[in-house]
């Protein structure tokens, strides 16, 4: 299908919007979707002929970025970029379809074959590296697009075979979007986010088409996600029935003249459509779970070891192999035990291995947060004291410094089942959304006082948010564009900046909390690669977790059931630590006396989000620079 849009968005007015919505009243639940908007419309800029004599490269990315944001309008709003001649953008949604997916696909062919005809040779080093990373995320996105299943991410992290699971899907990520993301200053933000509610039926049965069509192939999830992912699916019903429910509260909250009727208005279009649309994709969901079979791993899927290659290939931004990814797992896991060792000894826990010692330490009521809300608020302090902590240390790590809009929020309670401790990332291009950190509180034993102050470091400064804000600063299709190994690779080494800093100068233990998340994510690496091309089973995945690295039995069930719907993802996080210190190391070694702690920092992060061979390029243009 090709990429093709009207010049112009079709528009609906203000009282159309706003007002009594009077068609949404007369839609059945049986239908598949609502009268609605479009789910693409307006066409950004066209590409210049690549032949020009004089082709402006910046525009040619900042174009090549309005053709991407066409498809994943989500994003502009994200990014706060859905502003003047793409205001459209801010009320529609991506097309979950087929036909969508390959509309995009086609755009992303087309954009890559143009920039590889362009000789990038006379191009200052900043935007060379724009358009390897350009190219690099295409080539990777496509090679996925080409598998005949699965969500595949474009400049992200989320590869998914299953198109909807416990952590995946429109109906976990369109409730958070729409309370925490979309604005709602004025009546034509609301206006937009009617548009959204109108599209969402659409969209829940364009996913429906992609996870029967998969079924059909033979591909479902494992049993134990679906039991999850069904449970999941009952909660967002049972909230959207709710006059109070998540879908519609955003509107009861504003406080804007004229209003009043905008929570009657939305209700009315979550229950004709929206509430029709879930029950279809649980139905489903309860179907694939009749026929589901209990094997974890892709191996054991249709084409699933052609899949989990292009996972790891697209989580890591190397050719490692499975094999290879597991030995240094393996490796590294040894190296961080033989640095807990003493630090246990010390503090009195003698008997046992790492993991048996790092279970009793878990255990040790001075380290627990208390049960229920009162733990919960404990927690939230918490980790506001260890941001003000960290944010005063950035002058003696960057020279290049920034200020982040940062708010710590709990996860949405449907989400929290099969959601991790926490994750967070930047805020928008123009600063008017925060970047967060949500937090899992399902249950206050998920964290410990001796871990809580490093996951902390990694989701917000100097880790996901700091970076954010520099890509934020970047051409717009680099703030857009991020790569699983430079991320979370970054925010490991967040993590080892603090440590660095002093964060456990005075709290031993904390250090050894800090050491076991890279042990944490070293066993990544082997549970990963394990579940996915060696055959193992959901328990011993666990178990691994559990008896090697001490790891809390609760934390790593939802964990292994992650790297189950997300495969490859996990292994990036220490692959990219470990390639970020060993440029480290090398720029120390060739540099000498002329290494500068802050620099190399400065450099690493200002070179942008990247593939990690990129970033070494980076790495050496400092080095070679700082040389003169």
Known sequence: MAFSYPLSAPQISRRQALGGLAATTALTAAGPALASP????????????????????????????????????????????DTGRYAWMRGRLEDQSQEGQDAFAATMREDLTYIRAIDTSGFDADTRTSYEV???????????MALPYGDIPVGSWRTAPYVVIQNVGTYLDMPRFLSSTHPLKDERDAAYYL????????????????????????????????????GQMEATIADARDKSGSLVSPLREVNIPGSRQWPTNAYRIVQAGVVPALQRQLAELREQARVAGSAPGMSARPKGDEWYAWALRSSTTTSLSADDVHRQGLEELEELHGRMDPILRRIGYTSGTVGERMQALSADPRY??????????????????RIGWIKAQMPRAFNTLVDPNLEVRRLPLAEEPGAPGAYGGAGSKDGTIPGRMWINLRTTDLHRKYDLADLTYHETIPGH???????????????????????????????????????????????????????????????????????????????????????????VESEVDRYCSWPGQATGYKLGHSEIVRQRARAETEMGEAYDFKAFNDAVVLGGNAPLDVMANNVSRYIATARG
């Open 134 to 144: 350009v190219e690099s995320a295409y080539d990777t996105a496509l090679a996925g």
């Open 368 to 385: 627990k947060f208390a049960e229920g809300d009162p733990g919960r608020a404990e927690i939230m302090t918490f980790i506001k004291d």
């Open 38 to 81: 479009p789910l693409a419309a307006s066409a950004p800029p066209a590409l210049p002929p690549a032949s020009a004599a004089q082709i402006d490269p910046q525009g040619v990315l900042d174009v090549i970025a309005h053709r991407l944001l066409a498809h994943e309008p989500e994003r502009a709003t994200g990014l706060g970029v």
């Open 465 to 555: 948010v700091w970076e954010g804000e520099y890509s934020n600063r970047l051409p717009l299709i680099r703030s857009i564009l991020a790569f699983n190994a430079f991320s979370e690779g970054w925010a490991l080494y967040a993590e080892q900046l603090a440590d660095e800093l002093g964060a456990y100068d005075d709290f031993e233990v904390g250090r050894l909390g800090y050491l076991q998340s890279l042990a944490f994510r070293a066993c990544r690496m082997v549970v990963d690669t394990g579940l996915h091309s060696k055959q193992w089973s959901r328990d011993k995945a666990v178990d691994f977790f559990v008896t090697r690295n001490g790891s809390k039995r609760q934390e």
């Open 195 to 230: 548009d959204r509610l109108q599209q969402l039926p659409s969209v829940l049965d364009g996913e429906l088409g992609r996870m029967r069509a998969a079924r059909g192939m033979g591909v479902t999830p494992p049993d134990f996600l679906l039991k999850k992912a069904i």
